[in-house]
């Protein structure tokens, strides 16, 4: 069955940087895209852009330009997403997803915490 | 404020229907039938409900239909359960902007 499985919480200090990972299994890695997003404490869903598992293409939504990079090794079918110089406004869950036009499959999550 | 609209609360009682709203733009939409629905309980991922405007994925109980008229697409939960009570967000796949979402609305099972 289709599984992402992402990295465990982090906690980080404001300046730092953070890699989130989101590891596929359960289909063939380079056929679906895989899309961020980000939920803030206590509030909803935000897309953070996408990228394409075929070519390593991102693509960033507005808002999440500059200090967040997604990759890919599709060695072990795994996505990453880096985040640098961490701002509090960062604190929140970052979800991986599996895209069919729409996001079938979603990681567990990953919580990460910026503290001052 | 998101480019698709949901009103933030909704609430039936067991057994009652309720329905969900999402109301977005011609561009939101992006004259795609790719609305989706997802529902996430406390502390878990969100679970894809409905893909497609109105299809269900395998495992989705019949309880659950969507629908679009115009620019305003809508979740209708029949026969609410108790289990039924988390948020609901309504997602529009919108081309080369790939993804947008509503707001949310935190369904009560009273």
């Known amino acids: 069955q289709v599984q992402l499985a992402q990295s465990g919480s982090e906690l980080k200090n404001l300046g730092a940087s953070v890699t989130v990972s989101c590891k596929a299994s359960?289909?063939?890695?380079?056929?679906?895209?895989l899309n961020w997003v980000r939920q803030a404490p206590g509030q909803g869903l935000e897309w953070m852009g996408w990228i394409d598992t075929a070519t390593g293409s991102p693509t960033y939504a507005q808002g999440f330009t500059g200090r967040f990079v997604f990759s890919l090794d599709t060695s072990v079918s795994t996505a990453y997403l880096q985040i640098s110089t961490l701002k509090a406004e960062d604190t929140g869950i970052y979800y991986c997803a599996r895209e069919v036009k729409w996001l079938d499959h979603w990681g567990q999550g990953t919580l990460v915490t910026v503290s001052s | 404020q998101s480019a698709l609209t949901q009103p933030p609360s909704a609430s039936g009682s067991p057994g009652q229907s309720v329905t969900i709203s999402c109301t977005g733009t011609s561009n939101t939409f992006g004259g795609y039938n790719y609305v989706s629905w997802y529902q996430q309980h406390p502390g878990k991922a969100p679970k894809l409900m409905i893909f497609?405007?109105?299809k269900r994925p395998s495992g989705v109980p019949d309880r659950f239909s969507g629908s679009k008229s115009g620019n305003t697409a809508s979740l209708t939960v029949s026969g609410l359960q108790a289990e039924d009570e988390a948020d609901y967000y309504c997602?529009?796949?919108?081309?080369?902007?790939?993804?947008?979402f509503g707001g949310g609305t935190k369904l009560t099972v009273l």
């Open positions: 997602s529009s796949y919108a081309g080369s902007d790939r993804f947008v």
């Open positions: 359960g289909y063939s890695f380079m056929t679906h895209s």
């Open positions: 497609e405007v109105t």
